[in-house]
């Protein structure tokens, strides 16, 4: 059981280039979640998915940022044209999303951090 | 007003003593909450999920959720130094989709 698994984990780019994380849920579950994590600070919500099917995504900056998660494949967070400021850890965690008590318990990734120079 | 909102600490406890840490929330309408622990540097692990008023135990923790005062604590038994982490609170909004965590407690059990 492999767990939420996020890459890379460490990622540098500059000012201007675009950022790509990717993060495949733990076997079994079917929405994903995309957190920001600032420096001595908690986790940010940026945006909620099923496969196919943005939930929420009223944490996600209006512009620049983007999230996918396709029918195949990982759940992809898009930041493009990055600035000094996107760095930071990037968690993403999944759920069952079943109709049960446990539907909404977050399993974390081990976190993707960005760094802009 | 936060939505999730716990006092940043550090809050420094002896070993061997109970280690206390407060949350409170904003949305009367919420669900589910959790507790998740977070160590430097690493990612957040669950603790605990507590759905319904009153106290639950597993272990050396104990969650207790007031719903009508919008409050949920995590007291933690015979605190370790192994328990020195940032403890986040974490809510279901009104719609159960997405979780708002707070900003995190510091703890540090002191030997």
């Known amino acids: 059981n492999a767990g939420v698994m996020q890459n890379p984990r460490h990622l540098v780019r500059r000012r201007g280039q675009e950022a790509r994380l990717r993060c495949s849920p733990m076997k079994g579950h079917s929405h994903v979640y995309w957190y920001r994590q600032l420096p001595e600070e908690g986790l940010k919500f940026m945006v909620y998915?099923?496969?196919?099917?943005?939930?929420?995504e009223s944490g996600m900056p209006k512009e620049r940022f983007s999230a996918e998660f396709p029918k195949e494949g990982p759940s992809i967070l898009r930041i493009q044209q990055v600035v000094r400021g996107d760095s930071a850890a990037y968690f993403c965690?999944?759920?069952?999303?079943?109709?049960?008590?446990?539907?909404?318990?977050?399993?974390f990734g081990a976190g993707s951090r960005l760094t802009v120079l | 007003q936060k939505e999730v909102e716990q006092n940043s600490g550090p809050l420094s406890v002896p070993e061997g003593a109970i280690a206390s840490l407060n949350c409170t929330y904003s949305?009367?309408?919420?669900?589910?909450f959790f507790w998740y622990r977070q160590y430097s540097g690493k990612s957040p692990e669950l603790i605990m999920s507590?759905?319904?008023?009153g106290d639950k135990e597993d272990g050396r923790f104990t969650a207790q959720l007031n719903k009508a005062s919008q409050y949920v604590s995590l007291l933690i038994r015979d605190s370790q130094p192994s328990d020195s982490a940032t403890y986040l609170c974490a809510v279901s909004d009104s719609s159960a989709s997405k979780i708002i965590f707070g900003s995190g407690t510091r703890l540090s059990i002191r030997p």
């Open positions: 998915l099923q496969k196919e099917n943005i939930i929420d």
């Open positions: 507590i759905y319904s008023n």
């Open positions: 965690a999944s759920s069952p999303g079943q109709a049960d008590s446990g539907a909404n318990v977050l399993t």
């Open positions: 949305d009367r309408v919420s669900q589910s």
